[in-house]
Antibody, heavy 121, light 110 residues
C-alpha cells in the first residue's frame, strides 16, 4: 500500500535551516509528483511547492521562492524539503502529499503524517 | 498568488444541503478546470474529496459534489451528517506548476 513517512518533529532557532524528509513506498516513486503543504497552528493549508521525482524539476510558491528547495533521492524513494532563514512564522506542520502523473495534478489521496516544526529562540 | 476566498464558516442541520464557495481570479480558478476540495479533521491530514472541479475519488460519498462558474468554484454537501463537521479547503492550479489553497471553511452541523 502507498505510504509516505516523514521525518520527526524539529525545533529550530530563528535564522537556521530545516530539512524534512518524506520516504515513499508502495508505488513507483518516479511516476508521481510530490507536493509540500504546510499548516501553521490554527491556520489554513499553504501550498509550498512541487517536485517531479523523475527528473527533479520543481515549482515553488512565489512566497517561498529563494528560501525553499525540494530535492529527491531516487535510490531511496525519498523527497526532501529544505527551508532556510527560518523565522517564527515558519512554525507549522509540514506535509508531503503525492500528486498525480502530471504537473497539474493537485495533492491527492496520499499524505504523509506531517512533521511539526517549531521555530523559537 | 493570493489565497482563494472562502466563507469562514457554514452551518446546517442534519439532512440539509450546504454550499461552500471558493472565489479566485482569472489567473487560477477562472482559467483552469483544476479545482480540488479537501476535508480536514483537527489534528489529521487533509483528505481529497473532489478533483478537477467535480470528480470524486473512489470511496468518497456522492453526497459531495463540486461545480464552477467563472472565477468561483463551489462544494455542495447534501444530506448533511454529523461526520461532515470538519474544515474544508479548496485548491486551484494557478499556472506555471503552482497551486493555491483557499483560506478554509469550518462546517458545523447544528
Amino acid at each position: 500500500q502507498v505510504q509516505l513517512v516523514q521525518s520527526g518533529a524539529e525545533v529550530k532557532k530563528p535564522g537556521a535551516s530545516l530539512k524534512v524528509s518524506c520516504k515513499a513506498s508502495g508505488y513507483t516513486f518516479t511516476n508521481y509528483y510530490m507536493h509540500w503543504v504546510r499548516q501553521a497552528p490554527g491556520q489554513g493549508l499553504e501550498w509550498m511547492g512541487i517536485i517531479n521525482p523523475s527528473g527533479g524539476s520543481t515549482s515553488y510558491a512565489q512566497k517561498f521562492q529563494g528560501r525553499v528547495t525540494l530535492t529527491r533521492d531516487t535510490s531511496t524513494s525519498t523527497v526532501y524539503m529544505e527551508l532556510s532563514s527560518l523565522r517564527s512564522e515558519d512554525t507549522a506542520v509540514y506535509y508531503c502529499a503525492r500528486g498525480g502523473t502530471v504537473t497539474t495534478s493537485p495533492p491527492g489521496g496520499f499524505w504523509g503524517q506531517g512533521t511539526l516544526v517549531t521555530v523559537s529562540s | 498568488q493570493s489565497t482563494l476566498t472562502q466563507p469562514a464558516s457554514v452551518s446546517g442541520s442534519p439532512g440539509q444541503s450546504i454550499t461552500i464557495s471558493c472565489t479566485g481570479t482569472s489567473s487560477d480558478v477562472g482559467s483552469y478546470n483544476l479545482v480540488s476540495w479537501y476535508q480536514q479533521y483537527p489534528g489529521k491530514a487533509p483528505k481529497l474529496m473532489i478533483y478537477e472541479v467535480s470528480k470524486r475519488p473512489s470511496g468518497v460519498s456522492d453526497r459531495f459534489s463540486g461545480s464552477k462558474s467563472g472565477n468561483t468554484a463551489s462544494l455542495t454537501l447534501s444530506g448533511l451528517q454529523a461526520e461532515d463537521e470538519a474544515d474544508y479547503y479548496c485548491c486551484s492550479y494557478a499556472g506555471s506548476g503552482t497551486f493555491v489553497f483557499g483560506i478554509g471553511t469550518k462546517v458545523t452541523v447544528l
